[in-house]
């Protein structure tokens, strides 16, 4: 098994352009979760899918973010525009079990770097 | 609201000296508290769930136990590989999936 596969790994951008962050997930799994990483925030969850479909979106900071879930193999995290203080790592998780969610399974994560 | 809080921020011991990290936790209800371990570049790796007061499980040099309040990860004798960022996080009944994760433990193995 490949594991969870996110792209691209690193991504400079500048202040105002649009970044599509994208992840596959394990196959199987039923739970997409996207994080944001930094040192000040630590692991905040931006936001989970379960089927495919949105359950919680509470943790994505305002509206220039936006997830979304087109069918089980593939998951896109959008900022539009982006802005210096988005820059973290963003990490894709899946799960296979409902019950047990805590059990989740990272992909490697993409550095973003807004200047 | 959940919470957790893990101590130290960031430890550094010898190789072959034991030791232990913290995890301070205020939840509605648990449903279950995990460990994961975390290497520099890398995503956070799963270690261990803890689902009631008293558990306790193991694997290799590190064990996990869970009371009422808190969690504590045991490492004995650990070696240079032991290195890494150890984060906790709870699920909560009213949670649903979400887990709130600590800032972590960074621990250094010198040889």
């Known amino acids: 098994d490949a594991g969870v596969i996110q792209s691209p790994r690193h991504e400079v951008t500048e202040m105002g352009q649009e970044v599509t962050l994208r992840c596959k997930p394990i196959?199987?799994?039923?739970?997409l979760f996207w994080y944001r990483q930094t040192m000040m925030r630590g692991l905040e969850l931006l936001i989970y899918?379960?089927?495919?479909?949105?359950?919680?979106d509470s943790g994505m900071p305002e509206d220039r973010f936006s997830a979304k879930m087109p069918n089980a193999s593939f998951s896109t995290l959008k900022i539009q525009p982006s802005e210096p203080r988005d820059s973290a790592v963003y990490f894709c998780?899946?799960?296979?079990?409902?019950?047990?969610?805590?059990?989740?399974?990272f992909g490697p994560g993409t550095r973003l770097t807004v200047t | 609201e959940d919470q957790v809080t893990q101590s130290p921020e960031a430890l550094r011991l010898q190789e072959g000296e034991s030791s232990s990290l913290n995890c301070s936790y205020t939840?509605?209800?648990?449903?279950?508290l995990f460990w994961y371990r975390q290497d520099p570049g890398k995503g956070p790796e799963f270690l261990f769930t803890?689902?009631?007061a008293g558990e306790e499980k193991e694997k290799e040099r590190l064990k996990a136990t869970l009371t009422k309040k808190e969690s504590f990860l045991h490492i004995t004798a650990p070696k240079p590989e032991d290195s890494a960022t150890y984060l906790c996080?709870?699920?909560?009944?009213?949670?649903?999936?979400?887990?709130?994760f600590g800032q972590g433990t960074r621990l250094t193995i010198n040889p």
């Open positions: 899918f379960n089927n495919n479909v949105p359950i919680d």
């Open positions: 998780a899946s799960s296979a079990d409902g019950t047990g969610g805590g059990r989740q399974y």
């Open positions: 803890l689902y009631s």
């Open positions: 939840v509605s209800g648990l449903r279950g």
């Open positions: 996080a709870v699920l909560g009944i009213q949670g649903a999936q979400k887990l709130v």
């Open positions: 196959s199987g799994h039923d739970y």
